[in-house]
Antibody
Framework: EVQLVQSGPEVKKPGTTVKISCKVF????????IHWVQQAPGKGLEWMGL????????VYADRFLGRVTISADTSADTAYMEVRGLISEDTAVYFC???????WGQGTLVTVSS | DIVMTQSPLSLSVTPGQPASISCRSS???????????LYWYLQKSGQPPRLLIY???KRFAGVPDRFSGSGSGTDFTLKISRVEAEDVGVYYC????????FGQGTKVEIK
């Protein structure tokens, strides 16, 4: 059974950086495109970007371009998503996912507060 | 970009009654290989989304047969034949032809 397991909740101050991990169990990460999705409190799913771990190619949504970096370590079957210059509006649950395959991480809550 | 538009955005249903959610895409989701890459997910509170339907009408493993998907091209529908209390949550349609993938979501609650 394939599972995506994310790192734990984070509390960050405005202007700092957060980096979330997503480890694939039960298969190799190279089999999947890994997407990152933001869900602000009470809001819908917003696609942020993806990575093809095989070659490291990334695609970002315009809203996150330049402030978000997605990376992967294939030797560790782990993907990462880094957000720089955090603002209060970045407070959200962040999911990694391997859709269209039905595999999602459990979500990581990032709280940005001074 | 493909824009996915769901309606209604919220739905209140009596248990045992049917429910229907519409999803329209701004471009056809029919791939050149003949498949249509439209999916339906249910997200319950505090959980990641769970796949219900893939490729328009195929139920994912373990999904009750009261859930069905239909449609083609740009117009798609998710139907619940008899809503149960456990069906509450937010339903999302998703496409994988282009990015971004998601509709706005439809919140389903029980009357």
């Amino acid at each position: 059974e394939v599972q995506l397991v994310q790192s734990g909740p984070e509390v960050k101050k405005p202007g700092t950086t957060v980096k979330i991990s997503c480890k694939v169990f039960g298969d190799t990460i190279n089999e999947y495109f890994i997407h990152w999705v933001q869900q602000a409190p009470g809001k819908g799913l917003e696609w942020m970007g993806l990575i093809d771990p095989k070659d490291g190619e990334t695609v970002y949504a315009d809203r996150f371009l330049g402030r978000v970096t997605i990376s992967a370590d294939t030797s560790a079957d782990t993907a990462y998503m880094e957000v720089r210059g955090l603002i209060s509006e970045d407070t959200a649950v962040y999911f990694c996912a391997a859709f269209p395959q039905p595999y999602w991480g459990q979500g990581t809550l990032v709280t940005v507060s001074s | 970009d493909i824009v996915m538009t769901q309606s209604p955005l919220s739905l209140s249903v009596t248990p045992g009654q049917p429910a229907s959610i519409s999803c329209r895409s701004s471009q056809s989701l029919l791939h050149t290989d003949g498949q249509t890459f439209l999916y339906w997910y249910l997200q319950k509170s505090g959980q990641p989304p769970r796949l219900l339907i893939y490729e328009v009408s195929k139920r994912f493993a373990g999904v009750p047969d009261r859930f069905s998907g239909s449609g083609s091209g740009t117009d798609f529908t998710l139907k619940i034949s008899r809503v149960e209390a456990e069906d509450v949550g937010v339903y999302y349609c998703m496409q994988s032809i282009q990015l971004p993938p998601f509709g706005q979501g439809t919140k389903v609650e029980i009357k």
